[in-house]
């Protein structure tokens, strides 16, 4: 049984390109979320989806950042025109369930954003 | 806004000496959870503490579970080269987990 899958595992982007990673959960996982580490840092929640659907948004910047994840193939998370404080490692993880309680989430190798 | 301060965010020991390692906030959690992250790759769950004063035995590691929920201790015995990583503890509060700062710990041999 396949892990959580990112990538790219490396993205490079000049200012004011946009980013796309792609986030494939572990088989049976319907729920998907994303978070950001800066170096030498924790982790910090960004967004929570189901299929289809966006449960919580509140740690996404308002503005450049969105996510989605489809009826079918791998959860996305955009960044429009990227800036050098977007450079950091972006971290998917999955669970089987969501809700409430100590549900466990798996989490991927991540996808390290280099913006020159 | 829910923080969780883990200390110390550094540590350097030889083999076979004996860490402790802590994670406190002044929010209370359902849940805590301790992760260890090797560089490159993605935090993998080491275990989750549920009750106020819990205690989790995984081989030479310890996990504890401040009475308040508030709080937690990670003890290391007898630390080896494997266990250097960066060690983070997550609050769990509805669907999210709030992380702590880490602790990179690293065991010289």
């Known amino acids: 049984n396949a892990g959580v899958m990112q990538n790219p595992r490396h993205l490079v982007r000049r200012r004011g390109q946009e980013a796309r990673l792609r986030c494939s959960p572990m088989?049976?996982?319907?729920?998907v979320y994303w978070y950001r580490q800066l170096p030498e840092e924790g982790l910090k929640f960004m967004v929570y989806?189901?299929?289809?659907?966006?449960?919580?948004e509140s740690g996404m910047p308002k503005e450049r950042f969105s996510a989605e994840f489809p009826k079918e193939g791998p959860s996305i998370l955009r960044i429009q025109q990227v800036v050098r404080g977007d450079s950091a490692a972006y971290f998917c993880a999955s669970s089987v369930r969501g809700g409430r309680g100590a549900v466990e989430q798996f989490f991927g190798p991540g996808t390290r954003l280099t913006v020159l | 806004t829910q923080l969780l301060e883990q200390s110390p965010q550094f540590l350097s020991i030889q083999e076979g000496e004996n860490l402790t390692v802590y994670c406190n906030s002044s929010?209370?959690?359902?849940?805590l959870q301790w992760y260890r992250q090797e560089p490159g790759e993605g935090p993998v769950l080491l275990v989750t503490v549920v009750t106020g004063g819990e205690v989790k035995k995984l081989k030479r590691l310890t996990f504890q579970f401040g009475d308040a929920r508030k709080d937690s201790s990670l003890h290391i015995t007898a630390a080896q080269p494997g266990d250097t990583g960066l060690y983070l503890c997550a609050g769990v509060a509805g669907n999210m987990l709030t992380f702590g700062g880490g602790t990179r710990l690293m065991v010289k041999p």
């Open positions: 989806l189901q299929k289809e659907n966006i449960i919580d």
């Open positions: 929010s209370v959690f359902s849940s």
């Open positions: 088989k049976g996982h319907s729920h």
